[in-house]
Nanobody, 118 residues
Framework: QVQLVESGGGSVQPGDSLRLSCVGS????????MEWVRQAPGKGPEWVSL????????HYADSVRGRFTISRDNAKNTLYLQMTELRPEDTALYYC???????????RGQGTQVTVSL
């Protein structure tokens, strides 16, 4: 069965860094573009970044461009999000998902919580 498992979240102070990971299983990870989405309490989902299947192209939301870096290691079926210069407004549940899928909703993980506060 398709599974995506995120890890790496935590509670940090403004200006700190974190690296999130997302491990995929049950599907051909290297055939799919992947993305990170976040959802803050009381708000709707916000798209953060995406990367193509080969890892050669990435795009970012304006709010994170220059601070976050998405990458992937297809040999390890793992997607990453390196986050630097974290701000309180980055506080959210971060989850990964595929950018496309046939025959159902986009597979996504349960998410990992990132909290940025003094």
């Amino acid at each position: 069965q398709v599974q995506l498992v995120e890890s790496g979240g935590g509670s940090v102070q403004p200006g700190d860094s974190l690296r999130l990971s997302c491990v995929g299983s049950g599907f051909s990870f290297d055939m799919y573009g992947m993305e990170w989405v976040r959802q803050a309490p009381g708000k709707g989902p916000e798209w953060v970044s995406l990367i193509n299947a080969r890892g050669s192209t990435a795009h970012y939301a304006d709010s994170v461009r220059g601070r976050f870096t998405i990458s992937r290691d297809n040999a390890k079926n793992t997607l990453y999000l390196q986050m630097t210069e974290l701000r309180p407004e980055d506080t959210a549940l971060y989850y990964c998902r595929t950018t496309s899928w046939t025959g159902g909703p986009l597979p996504r993980g349960q998410g990992t919580q990132v909290t940025v506060s003094l």
